[in-house]
């Protein structure tokens, strides 16, 4: 039988529609879906999360009346053996890197409202931004840029940023101008990359070293840079002094993640710095306001929600989600971290701001 190329060209055009046809059906399903997470409880929330995921270890943890605790969750929202897991906390990290940062401005060395060949050697032809719109997400800089090393952890599934090293950060930075660039907020790995240049300019230490000591200076003893190890598995490659890992290479547990929470609450240097609102940015999506997640104001790296009153980031690498959020006024903390895609089901993020929202109202315990 002889097949035409008209038949050819309509069957083509019948798939297309159909996968067309699939698509639309799935987006509709999915926003479907999306609108009854507002109306669900933080438990109803982790119930469906959790219901037949085999391999699901979420940690909770919380803080209120000056006391703290936490509890891990696993299939069909078993509570598991108080046994503490290293996560991968993803763009948390961020947090620490902006302490680290206010450390740097506490002691003289940093000020926030330099432009950044203050600190780098960079050509002198280009308009650069300041530390204070790296630390907020408004520099004009993208997400991220492409660098070769992505196209080999394209193919071998490997972190995206794994290789990028900070010559080719500095490459980069001498090819760019801010000048005249959108200044509004755009969240930016690549930002903050700069900023542990600045930090490893300023102490002329590798970031890996400077966060270790800085974390375990606080406590946070099982807290560090990513080395691949862990009981979870899944972890992201890096390798050493890679510059992306001042963006989100920190890997830590439960407790360690309670006692940051407290940090921020007592709110001593250098973390009080780190909370005051460096830039008014009115930048909550449609979707995120649905789901409770506003972007009102920025800090160092911090998130406001003026409408709330409360200050929060959240993670996300391949396989590990998680979230930190407090409430300065009524001294809550939540902290949640998952070994479970940030595309599965109800993320951390979103389990967090409930759990934040309902301590406002009530203990944690009722």
């Known amino acids: 039988m002889r097949i035409?190329?008209?038949?050819?060209?309509?069957?083509?055009?019948?798939?297309?529609?159909?996968?067309?046809?699939v698509i639309s059906f799935l987006i509709i399903y999915a926003k479907k879906q999306m609108e009854k997470i507002p109306a669900m409880t933080a438990q109803e929330c982790l119930d469906y999360t959790l219901r037949d995921s085999a391999n699901a270890v979420i940690s909770i943890g919380t803080i209120k009346?000056?006391?703290?605790?936490?509890?891990?969750?696993?299939?069909?929202?078993?509570?598991?053996?108080?046994?503490?897991?290293?996560?991968?906390?993803?763009?948390?990290?961020?947090?620490?890197?902006?302490?680290?940062?206010?450390a740097a401005v506490r002691d003289g060395k940093i000020n926030v409202d330099d432009t950044i060949e203050t600190y780098l050697e960079l050509p002198t032809e280009n308009v650069y931004p300041t530390i204070s719109e790296l630390l907020t997400h408004t520099s004009g800089y993208a997400v991220h840029y492409f660098e070769s090393p992505m196209i080999g952890n394209f193919f071998t599934g490997r972190n995206s940023f794994c290789g990028i090293t900070d010559d080719m950060i500095l490459n980069r930075l001498g090819k760019l101008s801010t000048s005249g660039a959108d200044k509004s907020w755009r969240y930016s790995n690549f930002g903050f990359a700069v900023l542990g240049q600045i930090l490893e300019s300023v102490y002329d230490r590798e970031y890996t070293g400077l966060a270790d000591d800085f974390l375990h200076d606080l406590g946070m003893?099982?807290?560090?840079?990513?080395?691949?190890?862990?009981?979870l598995g899944n972890y992201w490659d890096w390798k050493p002094g890679d510059a992306y890992m001042s963006a989100g290479a920190v890997v830590s547990d439960i407790e360690d993640m309670l006692t940051y929470a407290q940090l921020q609450l007592d709110n001593d240097e250098p973390f009080a710095l780190t909370h005051n609102a460096l830039k008014e940015v009115n930048a909550t999506p449609a979707d995120y306001e649905m789901l409770g997640m506003r972007v009102d104001s920025m800090g160092m790296a911090w998130i406001i929600d003026g409408k709330n009153g409360f200050i929060w980031h959240n993670g996300a690498t391949g396989n590990y989600n998680s979230y930190v959020g407090f409430c300065?006024?009524?001294?809550?903390?939540?902290?949640?971290?998952s070994n479970l895609s940030p595309n599965y089901r109800i993320p951390a993020t979103v389990i967090g701001i409930k759990l934040l929202e309902e301590a406002q109202h009530s203990d944690f315990s009722e």
């Open 328 to 337: 300065p006024e009524t001294q809550t903390a939540v902290v949640v971290l």
């Open 221 to 231: 003893t099982k807290t560090h840079i990513s080395d691949g190890e862990g009981d």
């Open 4 to 21: 035409t190329k008209k038949k050819v060209f309509t069957a083509i055009i019948i798939i297309v529609l159909i996968a067309a046809a």
């Open 65 to 102: 009346n000056g006391e703290s605790g936490w509890t891990v969750f696993g299939n069909n929202s078993e509570k598991l053996p108080d046994e503490l897991h290293t996560y991968e906390i993803g763009s948390v990290s961020k947090t620490i890197t902006a302490a680290m940062i206010a």
